[in-house]
């Protein structure tokens, strides 16, 4: 295994959740190999998406109350600076045969929980082109 990237290689990551176990979880995967956000609803992804650069998000679909994934994806792809931002979708709520639907949405990508960390690092190496995390 190579060593993490310096801090100032490390990809910014914001993780969209609104439970705490599922953004524990993820940040417990990431933590050695990128710099991390947390925001716990979709109005906060949006505001952070739109004060801050990322290389990456990461997007649950069901927020619980206010703005799901899909209308958080269509906020931050309407921001200049985000068009292009690679968002990979995170849910436990769909199949792997609805992958398709999440990349015509808008996606970058599509992870069905529960995410192993092997699946989330090749996943995000792929989006991010990198080699290997």
Known sequence: MSDPPSPEKKPRILIVDDMDINCDLLVFYLQQIASLDIAYTGEAAVIKAAQNSYDLILLDI???????????LQEIRSQASNVDLPVIAITGSATEFERDDFLEKGFTEFLPKPVSKQELLNLIGKVLRKDAY
Do not use: H
């Open 62 to 72: 069901c927020l619980g109350s206010g703005i799901d994934g899909f209308e958080v």
